[in-house]
């Protein structure tokens, strides 16, 4: 199986700027999960969708926001960029039905934002 | 407020020597935990779950629940054990596992 793959790999943008960032999970798995990674905080959680559904969010601003399509793809997309989230934006995928998940997450190798 | 704990940046040992990578987690639910490792140039992938209870590359890590810890240890250290190693709680929400906390990270390193 084709491991979880995320585009693009690296990107650079200026402050105010937009930024989407797009996820394709591995076959199979409806669920997919957003993480920022920085030196500072570490991996903290953004969003997870399932089912087209958001269904937990992270404490993070409006202006992080997400989305899912039927065939379980996913972006996420940051507004009005700023300095500080410049970081490593992690996807995960995991196989869930509406009422069992295995628990492990399958990552990708992640978007790197550098806000410039 | 959950929360998950790995007091060690780094933890440098020597090849055969035991390790231990602590991990304190603050929950008021049941937790469930995991351990995931990256490897260099690697991505972040499970190691092991408690609720497995298994052994994985001579790998264990008991759920101390009194002690609210879940520390990962191995008896012989090797040196592809280098790697970071990250501790991290369910939250689990209406049955989501996606929302995971994790720890800040544990670099090991395994010298010859």
């Known amino acids: 199986k084709a491991g979880v793959t995320q585009t693009p790999r690296y990107l650079i943008k200026t402050r105010g700027q937009q930024v989407t960032l797009s996820c394709s999970p591995i076959?199979?798995?409806?669920?997919v999960s957003w993480y920022q990674q920085t030196p500072g905080q570490g991996l903290q959680f953004l969003f997870e969708?399932?089912?087209?559904?958001?269904?937990n969010k992270g404490n993070f601003p409006g202006r992080f926001s997400g989305r899912q399509f039927s065939n379980s793809r996913s972006e996420m997309n940051v507004s009005t960029l700023e300095l500080g989230d410049s970081a490593l934006y992690l996807c995960?995928?995991?196989?869930?039905?509406?009422?069992?998940?295995?628990?492990?997450?399958?990552f990708g190798e992640g978007s790197r934002l550098t806000v410039l | 407020a959950q929360r998950v704990t790995q007091p060690e940046k780094l933890l440098s040992v020597f090849k055969g020597a035991p390790v231990e990578l602590k991990c304190n987690y603050s929950?008021?639910?049941?937790?469930?935990l995991f351990w995931y490792v990256q490897y260099s140039r690697q991505r972040l992938q499970l190691l092991l779950r408690?609720?497995s209870r298994e052994s994985i590359k001579g790998f264990t890590a008991d759920l101390n629940k009194g002690e609210t810890s879940f520390h990962l240890k191995k008896p012989f250290a090797q040196e592809e054990d280098s790697a970071m190693y990250y501790c991290?709680?369910?939250?689990?929400?209406?049955?989501?596992?996606?929302?995971?906390?994790f720890g800040k990270g544990t670099k090991l390193s395994v010298k010859p």
């Open positions: 995960a995928s995991s196989f869930r039905t509406s009422g069992y998940n295995t628990g492990e997450l399958f």
């Open positions: 076959s199979g798995h409806r669920s």
């Open positions: 969708y399932f089912s087209e559904t958001q269904r």
């Open positions: 929950y008021s639910g049941s937790p469930e």
């Open positions: 408690h609720i």
């Open positions: 991290a709680l369910s939250a689990n929400y209406g049955g989501s596992q996606g929302n995971l906390i």
